[in-house]
């Protein structure tokens, strides 16, 4: 019997074996190495380094630009939080009715920017928001000039607008995961509440939205760890300006290895972010668990 046992679990770790080595090599040991690299002053020209501890990180907390960063990368995820899944939900919820002609073709019209490449939407946005770009000439046929800005340029504007081409270019990916888990709804539960007199505001108040609860979880754990990790949309609108006022901590990580080459100083900001996602993750799905 033991002999048996053992050749079944011997079966089973044969066949993980390949997805295990394919995770220490190209997960853990990266991530192993950027621990440790943290730890010491590196200079990728010179190619050389010296043990230096924590020093990378009381460095990094005594600088501005890295404070500005956070908080750039914590505002620009918590609008993105707020509004994909505000839009995601309402798309969702129209297109689940069925009631609207054409309802495929809006359903690929509301992904389509979803597969887009980041860096060809950073590139359109970015004319699009230019002084004389598409918004301000449209602003301007409909009697809005002064509603105009240059709206990359000035920095109280810069970062609202990377955030609403970030939501143009997500929420239909959202909005996908939404319907899905809508149409898993037994149509049974929408009759039975429309014969107790329950109003279409009501269906979507006492039953949808509850039920999407569990998908809206993940994609709150997913917009976190995208939020953070957001580069090239800053890298192509802005590049981290105007005045560090759109600078997010992968830019900021950036610019410090491949500008600076302080690869050290780099691997320290890749913790620090590694550290901030698993604590939002795992506060969120602990929050969720207890509800």
Known sequence: ??????????????????ALVFYIFFILYPLFNVVRSSTFK?????????????LNYVDLFKDKIFWRALLNTTIYTIAIIILINFFAIIFAIIIDRGKIKGNYFLRVMFFIPAILPPVLIGAAFKRIFAPFGALNM????????FLEHNWLG????????????TVWQSAGWNMVIFLARLKEI????????????????????????PLL????IILVVLN???????????????GG?????????????????????????????????????????????????RG
């Open 1 to 18: 019997m033991k002999k048996r046992i053992f050749i079944n679990n011997l079966e089973g770790y044969t066949l993980i074996l390949p």
């Open 42 to 54: 590196l200079n990728t020209l010179s190619q050389q380094g010296n043990f230096t501890g924590i």
């Open 138 to 145: 449209i602003l301007t046929a409909i009697d809005l000039p």
């Open 154 to 165: 000035e920095p109280s504007w810069a970062l609202f607008a990377i955030i609403i081409t």
């Open 186 to 209: 037994p149509r049974e539960l929408y009759e039975a509440a429309s014969i107790d007199g329950a109003s279409e505001w009501g269906i979507i108040r006492k039953i949808k939205l």
């Open 213 to 216: 609860k569990e998908a809206l």
């Open 224 to 238: 976190i760890i995208g939020g953070f990790k957001v580069f090239d949309l800053v890298y192509v609108m802005t």
């Open 241 to 289: 300006g105007p005045a560090h006022k759109t600078e997010v901590l992968t830019s900021m990580l950036y610019y410090q290895a491949f500008s600076f080459h302080n690869y050290g100083y780099a691997s320290s900001i890749a913790v620090v972010m590694l550290v901030i996602m698993l604590l939002f993750s795992w506060l969120r799905i602990k929050g969720t668990l």
